[in-house]
Nanobody
């Protein structure tokens, strides 16, 4: 069992910066990939970025060059995944979710979601 807790969302102006965090606890040694999805109002879930336990990353084309994903682990099997978002655009407005895969149908554990709103 894994428990994700996301934080860091909020309101930011266009061009601004925001960093999301997601703390994972429980059986984190089973998590090979940690990722962030987002869902804008009226749209489908979109994979934003993912990172493996070995540090390999992949990003959605819409965020490449603006967003960076990273992860850290502690000896007591707690892991945190970060999403640093720069040059934010109105199109980045969505609820952001952390999870444990890149295919939404295969993801088993999900954080509660954190709202990111980009606007004046």
């Amino acid at each position: 069992q894994v428990h994700f807790v996301a934080s860091g969302g909020g309101l930011v102006q266009p061009g601004g910066t925001l960093t999301l965090s997601c703390a994972a606890s429980g059986s984190t040694f089973n998590i090979a990939t940690m990722s962030w999805f987002r869902r804008a109002s009226g749209k489908h879930y979109e994979l934003v970025a993912a990172i493996t336990s070995g540090g390999q990353t992949n990003y959605a084309d819409s965020v490449k060059g603006r967003i960076n994903i990273s992860r850290s682990s502690t000896k007591d099997l707690k892991a945190t995944v970060y999403l640093q978002m720069n040059s934010l655009e109105a199109e980045d407005t969505a609820v952001y979710y952390c999870t444990d895969g890149v295919d939404r149908d295969d993801c088993e554990y999900w954080g509660q979601g954190t709202q990111v709103t980009v606007g004046p």
